[in-house]
């Protein structure tokens, strides 16, 4: 059986093969995290300066049977662009010339209105929890001032009036309400345990006959 490679195979491809999924490996691995970290920090000004850069931290630290890379094979070489490429479309825009920084500031401009609409609406619900609390105040604070007033004065006369009512109707019932004036003491003998009136209820009563009002 003759040995070698037929016409026109490549008899090397296996191994050119390894060594391109080694480098795949050393993009993923070493590259990708050491350009992400870069961009945040540095500005390239171009698609060829950022394949320059990710052709040199590619040479940096190789294993021993990988050979340096050029920023020509990795603009040439699709499944490296992809893997490097990447990084670099998410800072720059896709015509190499003008960095993000136009798009982050409209980013930040958009998010700063964001919070701006959500701090108009905060203080739109907080006004109106404002609105109602106060309407709940002057309701209530109108209902009270319909309410008559407790520490109304009533006129002599009509102290005179009430006295008069109260002495007809102890007359009336002789015998069943006992007035003490001594012991300004009102006292209802109807029921079976005699009831006394508080004093400082009757109070009143006396002193309107004693003339202290």
């Not at 060594?19 to 500005?43: N, Q, S, T, W």
């Not at 050029?70 to 990447?86: F, K, L, Q, S």
């Not at 520490?151 to 002495?167: F, G, K, P, R, Y």
């Not at 508080?198 to 309107?208: A, G, L, M, Q």
Request: hydrophobic share 35%; proline share 3%; aromatic share 8%.
């Amino acid at each position: 059986m003759p040995k070698g490679a037929k016409k026109g195979e490549n008899r090397f491809k296996g191994t050119q093969d390894a060594g391109v999924e080694l480098r795949i490996k050393h993009f993923e691995e070493y590259v990708v995290p050491k350009m992400k970290a870069m961009c945040d920090i540095v500005h390239f000004p171009n698609k060829t300066a950022f394949q320059k850069m990710c052709a040199k931290t590619f040479n940096e630290s190789l294993p021993v049977n990988m050979k340096n890379i050029t920023h020509r094979a990795i603009a040439n070489n699709p499944r490296y662009w992809c893997i490097v490429g990447a990084v670099y479309h998410s800072y720059y825009r896709s015509d190499d010339s003008k960095p993000l920084d136009i798009l982050k500031k409209d980013a930040v401009i958009k998010l700063g209105n964001i919070e701006r609409i959500e701090g108009l609406e905060r203080e739109k619900s907080s006004l109106k929890q404002e609105n109602s609390a106060l309407k709940a105040f002057i309701v209530k604070n109108d209902i009270q001032e319909k309410k008559p007033a407790q520490n109304t004065l009533i006129s002599h006369e009509v102290v005179n009036d009430l006295i008069a009512i109260i002495d007809f109707l102890v007359k009336a019932t002789e015998g069943v309400v006992d007035i003490n004036k001594e012991e300004r003491s009102i006292t209802n003998l109807a029921l079976d345990i005699n009831s006394t009136l508080s004093k400082s209820i009757s109070c009143t009563y006396f002193d309107v006959l004693e003339g202290k009002i």
